[in-house]
């Protein structure tokens, strides 16, 4: 079946730096386009960033453009957000989620990843 | 940027009732409305994409309805597991893509 499952938060200082990852299975990850949606606590979904399914399109929220950077690597079937920069309020839980339709840009999300929680705080 | 304005911000029903949840975008977006449904510490769930459509699984008490700026989420009848925040989300005018800010349904 369709498994999105991302890794890499933690506990982090504002300034520093932190590479998420998303490992996906159960779809031809090379033919979805893939999102980075986050959550601070008690708050609601903010879209952070796109990436197309050829990858060649990439999109960021003003609120971390400059400082995030999306990428994947469809021969390891993983979608990464490096994050660089990071301030207090980038504190959320971040999930990874797919795009609906196969080589499309119908932006909205069928799968969802189980999230990861970024802390940020000195 | 579009705005998403869902109301009302809390709903309180009986499981039975009928729910009906609102969401406004700012200006039009066609018919590229999605609806989500979240349960505490779960991902969100795509309930409706494209204003009405259901997706894959889901039951067919929750409907979607609208076009352009104002949209409605209907479940005909709460089963228990249905209380949870339902969020809009539009993909018509982006980046950026926008979500509501939630509408929560809990039990009277």
């Known amino acids: 079946q369709v498994q999105l499952v991302e890794s890499g938060g933690g506990v982090v200082q504002p300034g520093r730096s932190l590479r998420l990852s998303c490992a996906a299975s159960?779809?031809?990850?090379?033919?979805?386009?893939m999102h980075w949606v986050r959550q601070a606590p008690g708050k609601g979904l903010e879209w952070v960033a796109l990436?197309?399914?050829?990858?060649?399109?990439?999109d960021y929220a003003d609120s971390v453009k400059g400082r995030f950077s999306i990428s994947r690597d469809s021969s390891e079937n993983t979608l990464y957000l490096q994050m660089d920069s990071l301030r207090p309020d980038d504190t959320a839980v971040y999930y990874c989620?797919?795009?609906?339709?196969?080589?499309?840009?119908?932006?909205?999300?069928?799968?969802w990843g189980q999230g990861t929680l970024v802390t940020v705080s000195s | 940027e579009i705005v998403l304005t869902q109301s009302p911000a809390t709903l309180s029903l009986s499981p039975g009732e009928r729910a009906t949840l609102s969401c406004r975008a700012s200006?039009?977006?066609?018919?590229?409305l999605a609806w989500y449904q979240q349960r505490p510490g779960q991902a969100p769930r795509l309930l409706i994409y494209?204003?009405?459509n259901r997706a894959t699984g889901i039951p067919a008490r929750f409907s979607g309805s609208g076009s352009g700026t104002d949209f409605t989420l209907t479940i005909s009848s709460l089963e228990p597991e249905d209380f949870a925040v339902y969020y809009c989300?539009?993909?018509?005018?982006?980046?950026?893509?926008?979500f509501g800010q939630g509408t929560r349904l809990e039990i009277k």
């Open positions: 159960g779809f031809t990850f090379s033919n979805y386009g």
């Open positions: 989620a797919k795009v609906r339709n196969p080589n499309s840009i119908d932006w909205d999300f069928d799968c």
């Open positions: 990436i197309s399914h050829h990858g060649t399109r990439k």
């Open positions: 989300q539009q993909r018509y005018i982006w980046p950026p893509i926008t």
């Open positions: 200006q039009s977006v066609n018919i590229y």
């Open positions: 494209d204003a009405s």
